[in-house]
């Protein structure tokens, strides 16, 4: 078999499966390492979504790609004045609620975005799920940069984000990233009682 006969969009389909895994194992014990495989998973997950016609999730994953070195920064710098990078865990960002200002911003960027892609999906593309591709990305926007300051309820948003993104995959016949995003929507209620003791028990640093 030669490279021409690969099939690319399933070698890459298996290697951003897992990928994912690791990323959740990360995700879950608020490690740092998580963007990391946020820097990998895009890379891989433009090209399955541009061939698979699913445009809003092909855009979304550049904004994912500049968010994880954001959340990288956030998560490791220190909270000393001079900016330093935080030579021990301590120093690192902790698992906090989201403020209520914060969230209703979040809410009303969410129900913009939502609404300027369905638009663009739908009249500007030949995108045959423009609603639910949609609302995924846009909500998928609002919970990276939730999870990018760690604050606990990101992962409220990724239970929806998530279910909703089962029955696209499947839709589309990206059967494995369905079985992925099955096991996102199980381990972001598990991630969120994680999060939470973490949080109370004054251990959000760990890594």
Not at 54 to 78: E, K, L
Not at 104 to 112: E, G, K
Not at 146 to 156: D, F, P, S, V
């Amino acid at each position: 078999m030669n490279l021409a006969e690969i099939p690319w969009d399933k070698v890459l389909e298996v290697l951003g499966f897992s990928v994912g895994l690791l990323y959740l194992w990360w995700e879950y014990h608020a490690d740092s390492r998580l963007w990391f495989a946020s820097i990998v998973m895009p890379t891989i997950s433009m090209w399955i979504y541009f061939h698979k016609g699913i445009y809003a999730d092909f855009a979304i994953n550049i904004y994912y790609f500049f968010i994880a070195v954001y959340g990288y920064i956030v998560w490791t710098r220190s909270n000393r004045r001079d900016g330093s990078a935080a030579k021990d865990k301590k120093n690192q960002l902790p698992i906090t609620d989201i403020p209520r200002r914060q969230l209703l911003s979040c809410v009303s960027i969410f129900l913009l975005l939502w609404g300027a892609l369905y638009c663009v999906l739908e009249y500007l593309t030949d995108s045959t799920i423009p609603l639910a591709d949609a609302f995924t990305t846009a909500l998928s926007i609002v919970a990276m940069w939730m999870l990018a300051r760690k604050y606990l309820q990101q992962w409220l948003a990724w239970i929806a984000v998530d279910a909703v993104c089962v029955a696209l995959y499947a839709y589309k016949g990206i059967y494995l990233y369905a079985v992925l995003y099955s096991i996102y929507t199980i381990i972001a209620f598990i991630g969120y009682r994680n999060w939470r003791r973490i949080m109370h028990s004054g251990t959000s640093t760990r890594n």
